[in-house]
Each structure stands twice: as C-alpha cells, then as structure tokens.
T-cell receptor, first 115, second 113 residues
C-alpha cells in the first residue's frame, strides 16, 4: 500500500476562483489518477497524471478546466479552474503501486464547496 | 464504453448473516477486479483484489470471480453493523496501453442489529 496525503482536506470557494489540490505519496508509484465524486454518486475518473508529460483526460474533462501537474513519481496537483457550484464535489487522488494492473489506493479526498 | 453494474440497494441484512454483493462488467478483456468499502464522508478503502477465476478468501470476506459470466461478487460472513457502508466494485483492463480502472455506482449495505 501507500500513504497518500491530500491538501486541502476541504475548502469553501467563491464562484469564478480556482483552487489547487496537492497529492503527496510516501513512495514512488507507477500511476496516479484524479477522481471526482459528486454527492451520492460513484467515482468518475478525471484524468491520469503522467510524470513529466501532459495528463490524459477522460471524455468530458479538459485541461483548461482541470490542469494537472506531475513533476515526479510522488507528487501531483489538480487545479479546478473558474469554479462554479457544479464543481462542488470530493476530489480524490489515487495511486497504483506495483504493476499497472495492481491495486489502487486513495487519498482521503478534498471536499470542495463552491458558493 | 466499459460499464460496471451494481445494484444500488440498499441491501439490508441482520447482524450475523451473510451479505452478498454482486457486480457485472461489460469488457471481456478486463483482467483485475477489486472491491472497496466506503463509509459516508470517507474515501474508498480497498478490501479485496482478485485476478483469477474462483474464490479468494480474506477473513470474513470472500471474493468470487467468473470471467465467462463477467461476474464478480463479494460475500461478507458474520455481518456486523460496522460493515454498513457503500461497497464499490472496480474493474481494470488494458486501454490504450494503460490499465484504467472503472468503478460501479456502489451498493449500499445496511447491517441491522
């Protein structure tokens, strides 16, 4: 497994602002993902954070809205840009240890409320 | 589009009973399968992973995989009120050179005393 720290754990933001979420892992991991979980819903994959290159976004998510960085094998950031109330959600960093088909572990999440 | 289907529930069982949670998936190329438990307000916690057909047991939990039927299940024996949570099924297969996990919507389990 891995110890995954996310910051902030929660925040209340104003419409139109941007917020950056940080994800720090205690060991080098092969893959990092960012998920969104809206109230009462399951997990939706936003993107795969690729080390040293642009993230791979899922359908419905774009880089301008959710820019992602991954400068090394233990750290990534997700920015939620120009926020609207519809962006109110829990954002989860997750990592795979071992091989690509290995187990996926989650950080504790960042709960964002946009007013 | 890859899909993972779960009955949303809630599934209600009495304390001490066996809870049976089911999941079906659409992608025949899926290779790894996971069950997560998520308490309200918390992030998902990995319970079991299974990669081969058959049963895998870990304490009170048993995962069952049938790739021919594209079906994976989780049995919880001697259910406890502390098992009350949402259980998420996740499936991974190779897509564009990467293993991308797909999650079901989760089944809510209620274990009543």
């Amino acid at each position: 497994s891995a110890v995954i720290s996310q910051k902030p754990s929660r925040d209340i933001c104003q419409r139109g602002t941007s917020l950056t979420i940080q994800c720090q892992v205690d060991s080098q991991v092969t893959m990092m993902f960012w998920y969104r979980q809206q109230p009462g819903q399951s997990l939706t994959l936003i993107a795969t954070a690729n080390q040293g290159s642009e993230a791979t976004y899922e359908s419905g998510f774009v880089i301008d809205k959710f820019p992602i960085s991954r400068p090394n094998l233990t750290f990534s950031t997700l920015t939620v840009s120009n926020m609207s109330p519809e962006d109110s959600s829990i954002y989860l960093c997750s990592v795979v240890t071992g091989g690509g088909d290995g187990e996926l572990f989650f950080g504790e999440g960042s709960r964002l409320t946009v007013l | 589009q890859k899909e993972v289907e779960q009955n949303s529930g809630p599934l209600s069982v009495p304390e001490g009973a066996i809870a049976s949670l089911n999941c079906t998936y659409s992608d025949r190329g899926s290779q790894s399968f996971f069950w997560y438990r998520q308490y309200s307000g918390k992030s998902p916690e990995l319970i079991m992973s299974i990669y081969s057909n058959g049963d895998k047991e870990d304490g009170r939990f048993t995962a069952q995989l049938n790739k021919a039927s594209q079906y994976v299940s989780l049995l919880i024996r001697d259910s406890q009120p502390s098992d009350s949570a949402t259980y998420l099924c996740a499936v991974k297969g190779l897509s564009g050179g990467s293993y991308i996990p797909t999650f079901g919507r989760g089944t809510s389990l209620i274990v009543h005393p």
